[in-house]
């Protein structure tokens, strides 16, 4: 992203449906351009620039089921790309460049982290320790550094770190 560049995303209720909304920025928040988000997304968590044009963007589909988009212009135009179906919703997104990203959220009764290393191309489940319910955010520092977290089973906060770029968490 550059300095006067920003893409943000959200949802609300349009006519009693969940609709994802995505804002666009090119001078620095003086003025924002609302689009509706792609046809059939319910909502949409997170997003993350790893370019003064590239995002990548996460959340779910009005079914349920967990999405990933990419954009290659400033968030004017959106693409989807697969992700695992069991994964029902995705949270937080970290792309520590246009190749690698991580997306954080959940599956049915447990957290769920997927990686990238090909521009979300292929989405792959990474092992999540026994005991997490769901994810809500992931921060990647360094190329191999990320930290993720979220709810247990319990209640209690959960607090994933890993040093291997997701193989182990």
């Known amino acids: 992203e550059s300095a006067s560049d920003c893409v943000a995303v959200g949802y609300g209720y349009v006519q009693q449906t969940m609709t994802a909304t995505v804002f666009r920025t090119d001078n620095s928040g003086a003025t924002w351009v609302r689009d509706p988000g792609p046809a059939g997304i319910a909502e949409l968590r997170g997003v993350s620039c790893f370019s003064a044009t590239g995002c990548e963007a996460v959340g779910a589909n009005a079914a349920g089921v967990g999405v990933a988009l990419r954009s290659r212009n400033g968030g004017a135009t959106w693409w989807r790309q697969h992700v695992p179906s069991e994964i029902t919703k995705l949270n937080s997104v970290a792309c520590r460049s246009a190749a690698v990203c991580e997306a954080a959220g959940s599956r049915a009764g447990s957290g769920a982290m997927l990686g990238t290393a090909d521009g979300g191309a292929t989405w792959t489940s ?19 550094t990320c930290a993720a977290a979220g709810q247990t089973s319990g209640g209690s906060a959960a607090i994933l770190r890993t040093t291997s770029g997701g193989a182990a968490w």
């Open 126 to 144: 990474q092992s999540v320790p026994a005991g997490v319910r769901s994810l809500s955010a992931v921060s990647c520092p360094s190329a191999r």
